[in-house]
């Protein structure tokens, strides 16, 4: 199967996007008491990883030769009164 690689910029370099597929481990929500009383909870979703690679589809690394990636997310917000 053909992978489709769109053109990204991470960390000023130009390079290619190569969808990653994966499965979601744990989504753990986060929960803020506000002096008010009001709770928030808060969970980050990840919809889609991008690897970096370049022309030849091999792995772009930045200057601190860690592997670049990009992630596309949502946060899901709720809120509520505990009087």
């Given at each position: 199967m053909d992978v489709k690689k769109i053109p990204?910029?991470?960390d000023g370099k130009e390079c290619l996007g190569?969808?990653?597929?994966f499965e979601p481990i744990i989504?753990?929500?986060?929960k803020y008491k506000l002096e008010n009383g009001m709770?928030?909870?808060?969970?980050?979703n990840v919809?889609?990883?991008l690897k970096g690679v370049d022309e030849k589809g091999e792995q772009v690394i930045?200057?601190?030769?860690?592997p670049l990636y990009i992630i596309n997310h949502r946060i899901?917000?709720?809120?509520?009164?505990?009087?």
């Amino acid at each position: 199967m053909d992978v489709k690689k769109i053109p990204i910029t991470i960390d000023g370099k130009e390079c290619l996007g190569e969808e990653v597929s994966f499965e979601p481990i744990i989504e753990p929500w986060c929960k803020y008491k506000l002096e008010n009383g009001m709770i928030i909870r808060a969970k980050l979703n990840v919809l889609k990883i991008l690897k970096g690679v370049d022309e030849k589809g091999e792995q772009v690394i930045s200057e601190n030769g860690e592997p670049l990636y990009i992630i596309n997310h949502r946060i899901d917000l709720v809120t509520s009164n505990i009087d």
